[in-house]
């Protein structure tokens, strides 16, 4: 009997290294966390496969698909997938619905000695179960929003949660890879919005398995980038208490200044390995999210953040990028504190807490 696996929470929340046979362009669409591509067909390959289907039916498939996975391109495939089985003994397979693909590639490898569990229902039956987990966690998890304005460093107050703390955190923001405002963009690319959504269950799968009471997100609007937040968990975060961050206006400053541009500026670095790609990338990306709030600003403040930025980027080039400090001091005083207080005027009856940094640790459990 073939080895199966059946049990998905075990899969998610042990971080199973998984093998995708589906074709790349599947893969790309979105898969899991721990899955790799090592697909049974190319997407032509598989292309031609499905014309085939619908033209003469399965047989007709099943040959072809043979006849294009045969000889020294059966071979590599199979030692690819021999290579991941022996570095990964725990790991299993998958395609799209546990059907012809994963029992080819399973088959396959047990003919050359290697008997490796498949996943049952493939794919689609472990992608629906963790987006119905989602929504029962959703809705039956206790919730502590973190709110505060631009540059109080909320996501770093999560990530800094202790283990022992009986309130457990998710970072939405770094689930979606991105900042989270206007100038949150990354040099690399946003994951799809189906991976985005499976991370985050299987996140929130690992929070509630690990016992704690509540959980502790971040404030966020629905889109995070392009990513959206699903709107079971959003309902509750818009319901839930929210705590209050607060930093003096120096510290935030300081703080934007340091993930939007040096840390900003290093991934693009890392991104383009060469420093004046990587410099032209970086302010090309900033040109652009203020051009993206132009309208939002109006004439006037978008010609005055523009200016300060013009000048900053021209002393950073020659050594000095301090000089940031005061486009983000006008975009945070101008813009985004007025825009964060109208908004948090209209939710005063849910802010149960407000403080400082340390007022909110020891409450996170951090002292």
Known sequence: MPLQITNFRDVFLNDTPLIDTRAPIEFNKGSFPSAVSLPLMTDDERAAVGTEYKQKGQEAALTLGHKLVSG?????????????????????????????????????????????????????????WLINELVRISET???????????????????????????????????????????????????????????????????????????????????????AIPAPLLKQMQQAPLWVLEAPLDERVDHSYHAYILSNLEEWEVQLQEHELAFTAFAESLERSAYSIRKRLGGVRYAELNGLMAQALDQHRQGNPEAHKQWIRFLLTDYYDPMYDYQLSKRDNRVALSGDRNTLAQRLGMH
């Open 141 to 227: 998890q206790n919730i502590i929003v973190i709110a505060g304005r631009t540059g109080v460093a909320k996501t770093v107050l999560l990530n800094q949660m202790p283990n022992h703390s009986p309130l457990g955190s998710v970072d939405l923001e770094g689930l979606a890879h991105h900042r989270g405002s206007a100038f949150g963009r990354r040099p690399s690319p946003q994951p799809t919005q189906i991976s985005f959504e499976t991370a985050l269950a299987i996140a929130l799968l690992k929070h509630e398995a690990s016992n704690r009471k509540t959980l502790v997100l971040e404030d966020e609007s629905q889109l995070i980038g392009r990513c």
């Open 72 to 128: 020294s391109v059966k071979d590599e495939r199979i030692s690819a997938w021999g290579d991941f089985a022996h570095a990964n003994p725990d790991g299993a397979l998958f395609c799209f619905r546990g059907g012809m693909r994963s029992h080819i590639t399973q088959q396959w490898l047990f003919e050359n000695g290697i008997d490796y569990p498949l996943v049952v229902g493939g794919y689609k039956a472990m992608r629906t």
